[in-house]
């Protein structure tokens, strides 16, 4: 748990530093669609980078795909 706060913590840098905000879920529920999910954010339109989940939830990609997109 530890290591993906500070992974977390890391793409959130990494983002800053792109112009995005990441973003986590904020749902507590494990059993939600979006539970434990991401978003990354352009602040200038306040629009995601990532698509929808289901067309409903801004979060939608795990670490991984986020890291994925931001290093690519």
């Known amino acids: 748990m ?6 977390e913590n ?3 840098r990494t983002a800053e530093r792109c112009g995005l905000r990441l973003v986590k ?3 507590r529920d494990p059993k939600a669609l979006d ?6 954010v352009n602040p200038e339109h306040g ?3 990532n698509p929808a989940l ?3 939830f801004m979060c939608s990609w795990d670490l991984d795909q ?3 997109y931001l290093t690519a």
């Not at 530890?2 to 992974?7: E, I, N």
């Not at 539970?35 to 990354?40: H, S, T, V």
């Open 10 to 12: 890391r793409l959130r």
């Open 25 to 27: 879920s904020a749902r």
């Open 2 to 7: 530890t290591t993906d706060k500070v992974r």
């Open 66 to 68: 986020v890291e994925e």
């Open 35 to 40: 539970y434990g999910l991401y978003a990354l």
């Open 47 to 49: 629009g995601t980078i």
């Open 54 to 56: 289901v067309d409903r």
